[in-house]
């Protein structure tokens, strides 16, 4: 069972540079092909077994179950929002006698999915990603970030890089009150892989990393821009925006308790350094 309402809603969005293999319309005309975001991010995560959009008599065991997908492949050299996902996340099975844990968010295995599906049809140059993410649907991720520190520390030194993250949440949450603790939980979970300083939340509003608007924002009208980072880490990757956001995910669950959706950016944009 999924939750339906707007609460419960996850949202990725991959931002960057998209060009075309060259062979791709010759390919497309010669099968009758009309691959998009949307049919090339079922058929990975379906090939995964993370999700699967086909009818079944019994319930399949998604990661998440897909509401919708796209993307903008206008050939211009632009910054683009080149995939988004928007999905939403089936309750756990309930074991009596147990109490119910959340799972971890999928964040990984969807930019996984989208990257796929892009670099399927072209080469990708990354520039941001966005996430909007239900905390009060996230398990605790402490064990498996720090099970997979070791593969961050792995990379080249020559590819470091800066980063800036931003979060937005309802003016309630008032998470700038909490901006030291989570800069102390986000680096606690990264191993030595990331430094982190906070930066003005008003200069890192408009990163050139991301295309606007972001998908979601129909969800994420009511929530405002609350803290900003500036994260220096070993290399710039799909998976290193995705172990950033779940990083500050799992820092901003831990340090505040926040039930509801957080938007979460991260720009690679060279401005930000």
Same mark, same amino acid.
């Given at each position: ?76 050299? &632009?910054? %683009?929002?080149? +995939?988004?996902?928007? !999905?939403? /996340?089936? =309750? ?6 147990? #109490?119910? @844990? ?73 998470? &700038?009150? %909490?901006?030291? +603790?989570?800069?102390? !939980?986000? /680096?606690? =979970? ?6 982190? #300083?906070? @930066? ?74």
């Amino acid at each position: 069972m999924s939750d339906t309402g707007l609460d419960a809603t996850f949202i990725v969005g991959l931002h960057g540079v998209l060009d075309k293999h060259p062979w791709i319309e010759q390919v497309n005309a010669e099968f009758d092909l009309e691959e998009d975001v949307f049919s090339l991010a079922v058929q990975r995560a379906s090939a995964f077994a993370w999700s699967s959009t086909a009818l079944a008599d019994e319930q399949t065991e998604n990661l998440w179950d897909h509401n919708d997908a796209g993307g903008d492949w206008t050939p211009d050299g &632009a910054v %683009r929002q080149l +995939a988004w996902l928007q !999905a939403s /996340l089936p =309750r756990p099975a309930h074991m009596p006698g147990r #109490a119910r @844990r959340e799972p971890r968010l999928p964040v990984l295995p969807v930019f996984t999915v989208l990257a796929d599906a892009l670099r399927r049809v072209g080469t990708v140059r990354l520039t941001g990603t966005h996430t909007l993410a239900p905390l009060h649907r996230a398990g605790d991720a402490r064990v498996a970030l720090a099970e997979n520190a070791d593969w961050y520390t792995l990379a080249n030194p020559a590819d470091a890089t800066t980063l800036t993250v931003t979060v937005s949440a309802l003016p309630s949450a008032r998470l &700038a009150e %909490r901006a030291d +603790a989570i800069r102390e !939980a986000a /680096l606690a =979970r990264t191993y030595g892989n990331m430094r982190v #300083a906070s @930066r003005k939340p008003a200069t890192a509003a408009a990163t050139p990393g991301l295309a606007r608007p972001l998908a979601g924002m129909v969800q994420a009208e009511r929530l405002r821009l609350a803290l900003a980072f500036r994260c220096d880490v070993r290399e710039w990757t799909t998976d290193v925006a995705a172990w950033t956001t779940e990083v500050f995910a799992d820092s901003i669950r831990t340090v505040t308790g926040l039930s509801g959706l957080v938007l979460i950016a991260v720009s690679s944009d060279p401005a930000a350094a």
